[in-house]
C-alpha cells in the first residue's frame, strides 16, 4: 500500500466516522422538532372513556417513563445511542410495547437482497449499453437515444407500476404483491424458494430498468468524451488494435461511473424504497410506509438510520473500490 | 448574450425539450380559462371509465331525431351480450354437435355465430333436455333469455317509459331508431380521462396537480440553485476558513441521502403543517449540496485568472468582481444545474407523497399525491383504472423528459467536446 493510498482511506475514514455521527445526531433531532405529543395519542386510544383527570396523568407519566421521555435531552439522547447499538432501537408508539427491532428486523434482509444485486445489475447493463452506444454511433444510436431518455426519465415508481400493471395485473406471469405466498411459512423448502423467486422478479426487474437508463446515458456521453480524447487520437495514429483502444477508453469513462454511483446510491435507494411499497415487498420501504401512516416516530427514525447507514457503508466501500481502479491514487498523486 | 440564445434554440435537444416544456405549461396556464370545474369537486361516486356521460333521464326528455343507421341492431347487439354470453352460446352450439372451430367471442365473428345460432337454436329442442351442460332449468332460462335478447335487437323495437306516478303518469315511447343530439341534452358532462377514487375529473385534476408539481419544482430548484450557489460563490472565493466550515457541512450532506432528510423533516412536520411552499422550500433546502461543490471548484479555477486579478488590482469590489468577472463564466452552469433541480424537485415531491408524506392533500392536488390516490384505493390492482395513475406517469416522465432534454442541449452547446 502507497503512501498516497494510507492517505485517503485515512480521508475516507475520517468522513465516514464524521457523517455517520451527524446522520445519529440528524436522526435523534429531527423526530423530536415534531409538534404534537406523540403520548397523549397513545393514551388517549388507550384509556377507558370514565378515567379520572389523575388517573390520564398517571398513564400520562407511565408511557412518558416507559419511552424514556421524562428524562433531559442528553439521557434521551445516551437512550437513543444506546438503542441504536444494541439493534433494538426502542419501543415503537404505535405497537406499544414491541421492540423496532422486532418490527423491522426482517425487513432489512428483504430489502438488502432486492436491492443490492438490482441496484449492480443495472449499473453494469447500463454502462455495458452506454459504452456501445458511444463505440458504435450509428444509426441505432442516434434513433435509439431519444427512447432511452425519455425512458430513463419515468420515475421509479411509474416503472415500477407499469410493471405491475402490465405483467402481474393483466398478464398473471407473476404475483401481485409480497415477497412470498401469504399462506406459505418461511421455511427452506423448494415450494417457498420458487415462491420467493416468482415473487422477486418484478420488484428486481423495475429496479434494474430504472438504473440503467441513467447510467446508459451518462456512460454514453462519458465514453464519447473520452473517445475524442487526444490520447485515443494519439493511439490510432500510431496504429494501435481498436480493440485495446476500446478498452483503455471504457476503463476511462469507468471512473467517474463508479463515482456517480457512490453519488447517486442514496438517490437510487430512494426510487427503490418506494418502488418497494408499489409491490408490498416487506422491505423497509414498506415498514417505513406503514410507520408514517401510523406517526411511529422510533420506527421511521430506524429505518431512516438503517438506510443512511446502509447508504454510507456502499459508498464508502465504492470509494475503497475506486483506489484500487484509479491509478492516480495508486501513484500518490490523488488530492 | 443574443449569440448565445441563438446558439442554444440551434440545438435540437434543447429545442424538442423547450417545446414540451412549454406545451406542458401553456397547457397548465390556457385549460382553466375553458374548463371553470373546481379540480378536487367530486363528481360521482369512484372510478367512472373516461367517455362522455348524458343523463338518462335527461335524454328521455330531449326531442328525438329519426336515424336509419344500417348497422344499429348489430352495434346494439355487440354492446349488449357480454363475453360470457358469447362463451355461452358457443358452448350451447357445440353440445349441438355444431362445428364451432371459426367461432370466438370477438365482435368480428359477431355475424358468424348469430346465423349459427339462429339456425341451430329450437326451445322446443332445449327443453328436452338431452345436451350436457345445458341440463338444469336455470340453463334454459338463461338461454331463452339470451335468444329473446337476440331476436328483439332490431331496429324497429320500442320501449316504454314512464314518468310521474299514478294517474299523473305519462307514457312516452321510445323507437329504436330513435336518437339525441348530445348538446340537446340538458345534463352531459364529458370526461375524457374518466373520475378517479374520489370521483373528481381526472383530467381537471391532473392539469391542476401539474401546475402545483411545476410550481413545487421551481419554487424547490430556485431556492437550491441560490443557495448552492451563494455557498459555492463564498467557499471558491473567500477560502479560507469559511471555505473548510461550508465544506465540512456540504460533505456531510453529499453522503447522507436527501431523501432520508426529507423523509425525517416532512415526517416531524406533520400532515397539516405541510403546505405547498412549506414543502418546496423544504426540498429545496435540502438539495443545494451539488450545486454548491460544482459552483465552487469551478470559481476556484476562476479565482486567479488574469481579468479576475486586474480586476481586484482595479480596486473593484467583492460584489462587482463576483457579478462582473465570475458570474458570467459560471452561468451556464448555473442553468443547466437549476434545470436539473427543477425536475428532481418534482420528483423528491411524488416520492414523497407516495410515502405518505406528501403536502396537505385537502388543499390542492400534486402529481404525487393523485399516484398515492390511484394506490390507496387499488387503481393499480382491483380497479384496474389505467386512467387514474397512467397519464400521471406520463406527464412527470414528460417534464423530467424535456427539462433533460434542455439540459443536454445546453450541455452540448457550451461544452463543445460532447457535440455529435
Redesign the interface.
Known sequence: MTKGMRKYFKKKIF?FV??FI??VI??FI???????DPVNSIVGKNISPGATQEQVQEQIAYYQHQFGLDKDIFGQFWDFVKNAFNGTFGVSYSQYPRLVSDIIGSSIWWTVALQLPAILVGWLLGNLLGALAAYKRSFYDKALMPVT??F???????AA??L??VFA??LKWAP??GAFDPGMIPSFSWKFISSVIAHYQLPFWSIVLISIGGQAVGMR?MS??EL?ADYVKYARFLGIKDKKIVRYVFRNAMLPQVTGLA?SI??M???A??AE??FSYPGL?MS??AA??S?D?PV??AC?LI??VM??IA?FLLDIIYAFIDPRVKAAQFD | MKNTLRNVFHSPRFLVGFIIFMIILLTVLIYPWFVHRDPLQGLGKGFLEPGTYLSVYDANDTDTYRVELPEAAANRLEASLPTEDRQMMIDYLKAMGVDVSGLDTSNEKMEDLLVAWNANYDEADAKKNKYEGFATQAKRNALRRLDNKIKSSNSNVTMSVVKGEGDDATVKTVNGNDFVKVDEVANSVNLPLGTDNFGRDTLTELVEATGISLLIGLIAGSIATLLGLLVGLLAGYVGGVLDDILMFIANIFTVIPGFVLLILIYSALGAESRGIVTCAVIIGITSWVWTARSVRSQVISLRNRDHVNLSKLSGHSLFRIVTTDILPYIASYVVMAFILQVSSGILAEAQLSMLGLGPNPNELPTLGLMMNWAKLFGAYTSSNAWWAYFPVIMVIALISFSLNLMNTGLDQVFNPTLRD
Do not use: D, K
Open positions: 468522513w464524521i457523517t451527524a446522520a440528524l436522526n429531527l423526530p423530536r422538532l415534531m409538534p404534537g431518455l425519455f430513463s426519465a419515468i420515475p421509479a415508481f411509474g407500476v407499469i405491475l400493471v395485473v393483466n401481485v404483491n456521453s464519447i468524451y475524442n453519488m442514496g438517490a435507494v430512494g426510487g424504497l418506494v411499497t408499489i420501504g417505513m410506509y408514517i401512516n406517526s416516530y421511521i427514525s431512516t438506510i443512511t447508504v454510507l459508498s
